[in-house]
Structure formats: structure tokens, C-alpha cells
């Protein structure tokens, strides 16, 4: 046969070659991007997703990716965003679990809205707080690195109404970031609901800038304050002594301006806990906030600290209501076993 026969028969070879080339590779992406399950029925297969704003890539926008995971999905996604700044508004329902975003650096990846709660959506009604995010995340099973979220909206000065506006809003259940940035001012991270865990992320904000009812693990982030007059840095939302809800602060570090209120109770059994934690000289005299003086909540609410460390450290511990802690009421707060993390979250993810 001559050779000019074998031509075509040999370019089909090899394109079907370069096909499963691709498919495997998108199959076998890190591990690392793969959210542990030690019991139970777990995704099943790996889908990549690329996004790139410049083109090159699956879709143009993060929203895209998003609407083309399926319902009921049953697989790992992870949606790839090149660097570039992603001015949309970005919502995860709650049919599309095991979604990650993995961005190529905290510092270039970045999504970005600027609604703020007194702003008009498209019903004609205001938006109010918790539909400000920029990126909203109704799905289990979410994950997200090397990627930052921000609302472009100017800081507003303490005690204006309508101004919150919040970067991020997290409302499903065991959800991981790693390596992220959320940048905002008032009600920057809207940890609302579910158990979260936060590693090696940087959160900005002036005013209750991490705010909700979630259950969830900070460890070894970076919160910067950049509060004018004053400021608040967590308002937790525990409403009852049943929920295992409360924010649990771990080897992080407290930075920027003030003076802050390091806490602030939203729900009548708030909880939250610093433990190892540094502090600039930013604390305000009174620490502790208990939001509205008028229903107790100094003798429900459960406010600590446990081994901090820095210059604004020193008068943590001054309330009787929000004293220092043993190791033995600081031991269930200091580990991945707050947020069940042993089920979920992989040991080299921890």
C-alpha cells in the first residue's frame, strides 16, 4: 500500500491518541483537590473545568463553569481559573456539590462584585445583607484555593445603614479553603451556615467582618483589620445551647488598625475562641461586645481565649465573661475535631 494510503489512517491514530491523552489527564488531577470521605458513598471520577477571562480555556467566566456542572453531580469538579480579575457575581446552588475553585494564586486569581445590602435587586426590593456576596455557595462538599473574593464596595463609617457588603457567603455544609482571600469591610465573610474549615487564609474587614452562625476552624489565618474609628472582628450567631455552632480561631494572626472588638454576640449563645493566636496593639478596652446590652448575653454566651500571644493580647482575658481558658475547656476548640474534620478532611489537607 502506498504511503500516501497510510496518511489519513495514521493522523486518525493519532488524534484519537491525543484524545485519550486529555481525558486521562483530566481524570488523574492532584489528589490534593479531592475531598476525603472516610464513611459513606463519595463522588465517583474527577471533571476539570478551565476558565480563563483572556480566553484559551472552557468559558470566559467562573459563572459559566459553574452552570455547566450538572445537577445531582456525583463527581469531583474542579473548575481551573487562570489569573485574571472575574467581575461577575457568582452563585453555587445547593444541586451542585464537590465543586472546587482552584485559582493560580490568592495574589492574581480574583472574583469581584460590589452590591451593597441597601442596594436594589432585581425584584425592586433591597438586597439586605446575606445576598450582597459577591460568590454564594449553597452546595455541600465545596472547596476553594489559591483564590481571592472581594466586594469592591467603599468602607462604610461605623453605624451607617445599607453598607454591608459582603465578599463571600458560604451556607453549605463542609466546606474547605485553602491559601484564599476574602477582601471586604463591613460583613466581609458571611460564614452563615454549616462546617467550614479555613487554612492558611488572609480575611480583610473593618466592622463584624466574619459574621453567621457556621461551625468552623480558622487555623493559621491572617485577619486584617482596616477599621477607622473602631471595628469588630467575628459576630457569631449561636441561638441556642444545642447548636454545636461557634467559631474556633488557631495560630492566627491579628493585624491593622482598630481598636477592635475581637468578638461580638449576634446570637444570644455566641462562641467564640482564640487560642495561640497573635494580636497587635489594636484590642479595644472593652474586648468583648454583647451586641446590644440588653439581654443578657454576657451569662449565655460562651467567649475565651487560651495561650494568645503579642501586644494586644494582654487584656483579652479581663472579662468574667470571656476569661482564659484552661486546656481542658480549650481542648474541643483546638483541633479539626470541632468541625468533624476527621470525615471529611483529608490529613494532608489539615
Known sequence: MALRHLLPLFLSLLNLLLLFTFVFNALTVTS??????STGVGPIGRRVITVDVNGGAHFRSVQAAVNAVPDNNRMNVIIQISAGYYIEKVVVPETKPYVTFAGAGRDVTVIEWHDRAGDLGP????????????????????????????????????GMEGWQAAAFRISGDKAYFSGCGFYGAQDT???????????????QGSIDFIF?????????????????????IAAQDRRSPNEKTGFAFVGCKVTGTGPLYVGRAMGQYSRIVYAYTYFDDIVAH?????????????????????????????????????????????????????????????????
Request: net charge positive.
Open 123 to 158: 425584584n425592586g426590593q433591597q438586597l439586605r445583607t446575606y445576598r450582597t456576596a459577591s460568590v454564594t455557595v449553597f452546595a455541600n462538599f465545596f472547596s476553594a484555593r489559591n483564590i481571592s473574593f472581594k466586594n469592591t464596595a467603599p468602607a462604610p463609617m461605623p
Open 212 to 232: 453567621g452562625n457556621g461551625r468552623s476552624f480558622y487555623k493559621d489565618c491572617h485577619i486584617h483589620s482596616i477599621a477607622t474609628r473602631f471595628g469588630s
Open 286 to 350: 472593652g474586648v468583648w461586645d454583647d451586641w446590644n446590652h440588653s439581654h443578657n448575653k454576657n451569662k449565655t454566651v460562651f467567649f475565651g481565649v487560651y495561650k494568645c500571644w503579642g501586644p494586644g493580647a494582654q487584656t483579652l482575658g479581663r472579662a468574667s465573661w470571656a476569661p482564659e481558658l484552661d486546656f481542658e475547656s480549650a481542648h474541643p476548640f483546638l483541633a479539626k475535631s470541632f468541625v468533624n474534620g476527621r470525615h471529611w478532611i483529608a490529613p494532608s489537607d489539615a
Open 189 to 203: 465573610l458571611c460564614d452563615d451556615a454549616g462546617r467550614h474549615y479555613f487554612k492558611d487564609c488572609y480575611i
Open 32 to 37: 490534593t483537590l479531592t475531598f476525603h470521605r
